[in-house]
């Protein structure tokens, strides 16, 4: 399946596979998307990432028999791109996780802000 947005549906996929509590999700795989998965297995939200060939098969962290992921928001869309500076960042406060695509790859909002990068927003991780 081809779609315009390949972050976009990763992380439909990943929210999806979450509340129907499947353990793994496997599609097409690039650069974007394998720096997005790196990032969400530091922050936890995934256990084990295998790339064979051009697909990528992610395992979903569970705690206690609840999957870790609980629901995505897509931020940016391919009609809207939504950037944020550092600044903006940092001043968010909220418990969920932001996913920007920063000139030193995809980071968490914490990271960015550590690194004091700012960038596209990709998602919001719940």
């Given amino acids: 399946m081809i779609t315009n947005y390949s972050i976009g549906d990763f992380m439909i996929r990943l929210q999806n596979a979450s509340m129907a509590k499947r353990k793994e999700v496997v599609l ?3 650069k974007l998307i394998k720096a997005a998965a790196e990032t969400l297995k530091r922050a936890g939200y995934l256990n084990e990432i295998k790339i064979e060939g051009d697909e990528i098969k992610v395992t979903l962290s569970y705690k206690k028999k609840e999957p870790v ?4 928001k897509i931020i940016s869309k391919p009609g809207l791109r939504i ?4 600044a903006d960042i940092a001043e968010i406060r909220k418990p969920s996780i932001l996913l920007i695509s920063t000139p030193k790859g995809v980071l968490t909002s914490k990271e960015a802000v550590k690194e004091n990068v700012g960038g596209e927003v990709i998602a919001e991780v719940l």
């Fill in 83 to 86: 950037y944020m500076t550092a």
């Fill in 69 to 72: 992921l609980d629901r995505v």
């Fill in 28 to 30: 097409k795989s690039n």
